[in-house]
């Protein structure tokens, strides 16, 4: 029988899943995040629901990063080097993601995959039915992990730079 005496313990950071839709706004539930952990490390996944094309060339060709790139706003894109200065210390990774897959079981192994710990999201996400987005929610409300619903009221009438001027006011 072996002991192991004096062992030091290595607490892993935290692995949160954030829904984002490249809006300014979407980022609230992320600055709610980090302010909740800000005493511990976390890895923050930014995800995106997006439709893979079925088109073989579009296969071929398809990048994820550029993707994202097509997607992120100047805006979007300055909001999170702001909260990446902001929470420095305690946010060890930020990555945004494609997910693309159809089912719950996808997404439940994209979960396990990436070693997601917790779920942040809006509590009211104002999401078209039948959207890759609403699909995403649909999936995270039936999440066998922790789910924290945020609450944040959106005002579609604002501009992007508004929003990031609320989002660190």
């Given at each position: 029988m072996?002991?192991?005496?004096?062992?030091?313990?290595?607490?892993?950071p935290?692995t949160?899943?954030i829904?984002?839709?490249?809006?300014?706004?979407?980022?609230?539930?992320?600055?709610v995040?980090?302010?909740?952990?800000?005493?511990?490390?976390v890895?923050?996944?930014?995800?995106y629901?997006?439709?893979?094309?079925s088109?073989i060339t579009?296969?071929?060709?398809?990048s994820?990063?550029?993707?994202i790139e097509?997607?992120?706003?100047d805006e979007?894109?300055?909001?999170?080097?702001i909260i990446k200065?902001r929470f420095?210390?305690?946010?060890?990774?930020?990555?945004?993601q494609?997910?693309?897959g159809?089912?719950?079981a996808s997404f439940v192994?994209f979960?396990?995959?990436k070693?997601?710990d917790e779920?942040y999201?809006?509590?009211?996400p104002?999401?078209?039915a039948?959207t890759?987005?609403?699909?995403?929610h649909?999936f995270?409300?039936?999440?066998?992990?922790p789910?924290?619903k945020?609450?944040?009221?959106n005002?579609?009438?604002?501009?992007?730079?508004?929003?990031?001027?609320?989002l660190?006011?």
């Open positions: 072996h002991f192991i005496t004096n062992a030091h313990f290595i607490l892993m935290k949160i899943l829904p984002t839709n490249f809006k300014v706004s979407s980022l609230y539930t992320l600055k995040a980090l302010e909740d952990y800000k005493e511990k490390e890895e923050i996944i930014l995800l629901a997006d439709v893979l094309e088109s579009e296969l071929l060709f398809f994820p990063r550029k993707r097509e997607l992120m706003s979007f894109r300055t909001a999170i080097e200065n420095e210390p305690n946010l060890t990774t930020l990555s945004i494609l997910f693309q159809k089912n719950q192994n979960l396990e995959a070693c997601v779920i999201t809006l509590s009211k104002n999401l078209p039948g890759p987005c609403a699909k995403l649909f995270i409300d039936r999440a066998t992990i789910v924290k945020v609450d944040h009221h005002n579609d009438l604002l501009s992007e730079g508004d929003h990031l001027q609320s660190f006011a």
